[in-house]
């Protein structure tokens, strides 16, 4: 099977001209559909509905307990659902048992059997379907190539570091050539450098293959780099689902903005503003006028929301900003230098921390900030978000 071009679709985690699920007429890959799950009592999945497209990398992300394993495990057969149905390819596969569903698991301990070398580890699926001798050595040394181990086909898994054993899982995995991959915490058993490799890798594999994998992770970066969409889950329940700037940038919630990357909130409360001008705010607890671009109409005046802030987005400076709309005053709290990138928490003068960096984009600066200084953070009206829920 001849690899898709690669110009086709750019390496990365953002790739503008793939986009299936804004194209009118198409068929979702994958869908679930008023999906439940109870485990006696407990509503591990709450009437969800959700669609995937064919070729997409896409990732469930959300805390421990939310219910993204449980969503991919109904997938792959391994649980039963409550209510609703599954369809794969439009057909409802709530009576197909695991291993008749054109998808593949890959488990994040790899599962590979001590007693088999990697060669034999990636056949296995294989010699088990009935696939000539001829046929397999061939599928097994395409797949060992994809992951970059041909030179380590004659070890057993105890002779393999853990990303290389990783590796063998997913060849395994593939080596089927299944309509959907699932992924189970693919990496949380890697370091963190070794980690963050393997997702570009992962990437350029994905694109290789142009099979659709579905992600289960609850690591923020891992998420937004690697995915074309990301659905971000709480009590059973898709909160948001969207590319990863959208979610970043946009966040549907308070929930979203707070799990997916850092984040400041200030409670206000609405003056006025809107149609077309910036919406007028008051601070709760300090009374600061803020100034705020939104393109939300709904707000009305006297209604209780709040503003979020990337602390990148904000300005940390010992002159109070000649003009700016949004400025706080408070102190250096505590400093975090993390190489690229300085941390400052700011303890505003109504107790409330900010937290705020600022890019080392050179070695030497103007005398860096010193701790307990007085300090005003800023931001731009269109640096922020409203959120009301």
């Known amino acids: 099977m001849a690899a898709p071009e690669k110009s086709s679709r750019a390496v990365g985690a953002v790739r503008q001209s793939f986009a299936p699920w804004n194209e009118p007429g198409k068929s979702p890959l994958i869908r679930f559909e008023k999906v439940s799950k109870r485990f006696g009592d407990t509503l591990a999945i709450d009437d969800l509905t959700l669609d995937i497209f064919e070729g997409e990398f896409f990732c469930l992300l959300g805390p421990s307990g939310c219910g993204k394993s449980t969503l991919m495990r109904m997938l792959a057969g391994f649980e039963q659902l409550t209510n609703g149905r599954v369809l794969l390819a439009g057909e409802d596969i709530a009576g197909v048992p695991p291993y008749r569903r054109p998808v593949n698991m890959m488990f994040q301990s790899y599962a590979l059997f001590p007693h088999m070398n990697v060669e034999k580890n990636v056949a296995y699926g294989l010699v088990q379907e009935g696939m000539r001798r001829d046929e397999i050595r061939a599928r097994v040394a395409e797949m060992l190539k994809l ?35 699932l992924l189970d915490e693919p990496l949380g058993a890697l370091d963190k450098k070794l980690r963050e490799e393997t997702q570009f890798e992962l ?19 891992e998420a937004m780099t690697m995915a074309d969409r990301i659905a971000v889950m709480d009590h059973g329940r898709v909160v948001q689902v969207a590319t990863p700037g959208v979610i970043y940038e946009q966040p549907a919630s308070r929930f979203v903005a707070e799990f997916v990357g850092d984040v400041n909130i200030v409670e206000t409360v609405v003056e006025g503003g809107g149609s077309g001008s910036p919406w007028a705010l008051c601070a709760k607890n300090d009374g600061a006028a803020l100034s705020v671009d939104d393109p939300d109409e709904t707000l009305e005046r006297g209604d209780a929301v709040v503003v979020a802030v990337r602390p990148e987005k904000m300005r940390v400076s010992r002159e109070r900003p000649e003009g700016e709309a949004n400025v706080l005053a408070g102190e250096i709290w505590d400093i975090g230098y993390l190489g690229d990138w300085t941390v400052y928490r700011v303890r505003l003068d109504d107790g409330a921390i900010m937290r705020v960096t600022r890019a080392n984009a050179t070695r030497f600066t103007e005398r860096p900030l010193d701790w307990e200084e007085r300090v005003f953070v800023s931001f731009a009206p269109d640096a922020a978000v409203i959120l009301t829920k």
Do not use: W
Not at 157 to 176: E, M, N, Y
């Open 147 to 181: 992951v970059q181990m041909e030179s380590f086909a004659a070890r057993r898994p105890d002779q393999l570091s853990g990303g290389q054993r990783q590796r063998v899982a997913l060849a395994r995995a593939l080596a089927k050539r299944p309509k959907v991959l």
């Open 203 to 221: 990437m350029d594999i994905q694109i290789k293959l142009g099979t659709t994998f579905l992600v289960v992770t609850h690591d923020q970066e």
